[in-house]
């Protein structure tokens, strides 16, 4: 019996998942290490029992050397074959998962500037779980792969053509989860999955995916994870004056702007209090509440937008960790949305039942599972 071991290092938080390897790998336990930086929880769900610890974890890496050590008692008798990785960013050339060889990992690293809040990241646990598993095979899967395929229109931008053809084009993002979501819709719901959908993946991250027939279309993210929806502490759509004024007016360096669209705006930006949107709900701060207004408001337009490169809308679909808990989150942004026949059921909402829907088109919540699909790339790479 051997083991596959996931590692999802996201802007936040870092999630591990411990697996038998198997056709469909069996989980044995999972967990993540929540509020990387100050406040760090390390959470352990092994079966039935489920423990929370706090630990000194202000950067990704320590957070990672945590896990290994929650993981240690776990692995006696269980030798690990195989470490899958969620890369962010795969550029134009990774389509489909891929084993970490030192040249893939030196292409790999051209991407840091386009995703610097988790692509170092990623990176650094490749080579913490190569150091830990020296005999595993190394697994790579990345978030931009699900988006290539694009149609030219969904891809570029209205500069030079000589840009586009040396990589400056629309990427998107949260491509891992995205291809589980569409997995489940086909295994679970066939008809639909010939059909329009907006998947709308809604964290600390956040993106829109218009898909049809499994295949993504179009796409809230762009060039660089910032792009589309206001994010937790990512600023999400942005006139490119403003980069320009902030240079050349305000006398901001290139890497002050850098640091503020990502982690100084979003959610922490607007509110002045936090980026997690659960204390933005329980707090009676008017910019709180501004924060949301903007939040909802920015969420509704992308559905309409996405909506028009499908032609229509056949399914709406929440996930990620917003998108499956926030019920007044999801109610907000369905608000004006019944000239597309999206209502919801209040009491379904609550209760973050898969089906919250009322109209001719469906409104669903699937919780998402990256872990998951990389734990099948393993295993393809395995045997």
């Not at 049809?212 to 759509?237: H, I, W, Y």
Request: charged share 20%; glycine share 10%; net charge negative.
């Amino acid at each position: 019996m051997s083991g596959i071991l996931t590692l999802n290092t996201g802007s936040s938080s870092l999630k591990f998942g411990l697996y038998r390897d198997a056709p469909e790998p069996d989980l044995l336990l999972h967990g993540q290490v929540d509020e990387i930086g100050d406040n760090a929880l390390l959470i352990l769900n092994t079966g039935e029992e489920r423990t929370k610890q706090k630990v000194a974890a202000p950067k990704p890496a320590a957070a990672l050397e945590h896990v290994m050590q929650a993981l240690a008692p776990h692995l006696s008798g269980l030798p690990i074959h195989g470490v899958g990785h969620r890369i962010v960013h795969g550029g134009m050339d990774f389509t489909k998962p891929t084993l970490l060889t030192g040249d893939v990992m030196a292409a790999l690293a051209r991407f840091n500037p386009l995703a610097p809040l988790h692509q170092p990241h990623n990176l650094a646990g490749v080579e913490a779980a190569r150091t830990a598993f020296p005999d595993a095979v190394q697994v790579g899967c990345f978030d931009t792969a699900f988006h290539r395929g694009h149609p030219w229109v969904n891809d570029t931008f209205a500069l030079p053509r000589a840009f586009y053809d040396e990589g400056v084009r629309r990427y998107g993002f949260h491509g891992v989860s995205y291809e589980y979501i569409t997995g489940v819709i086909k295994t679970t719901y066939p008809d639909l999955h010939k059909g329009r959908l907006v998947i709308a993946h809604l964290g600390n991250g956040a993106s829109m995916c218009a898909i049809t027939n499994g295949k993504s279309v179009g796409s809230t993210m762009g060039f660089s994870a910032l792009d589309g929806l206001p994010m937790g502490t990512r600023c999400g759509q942005i006139d490119p004056g403003v980069v320009l004024y902030l240079l050349t007016q305000k006398g901001m360096a290139p890497l002050e702007v850098m640091e503020m669209l990502y982690s100084q705006s979003g959610l922490l930006g607007l509110s002045g209090i936090t980026s997690d949107m659960r204390a933005l709900l329980a707090s009676d701060d008017p910019q709180a509440r501004e924060a949301i207004d903007y939040y909802v408001f920015r969420a509704r337009r992308e559905i309409g937008a996405l909506t028009a490169v499908l032609g229509g809308i056949d399914a709406l679909i929440f996930c990620g960790g917003i998108g499956e808990n926030a019920a007044p989150i999801r109610s907000r942004i369905v608000e004006g949305l019944e000239y597309l026949n999206i209502k919801i059921d209040p009491a379904q909402n609550l209760r973050n039942a898969r089906d919250i829907g009322t109209g001719s088109t469906r409104v669903m919540v699937i919780p998402t599972d990256e872990e998951r699909i990389i734990a099948r790339a393993v295993h393809a790479a395995i045997s």
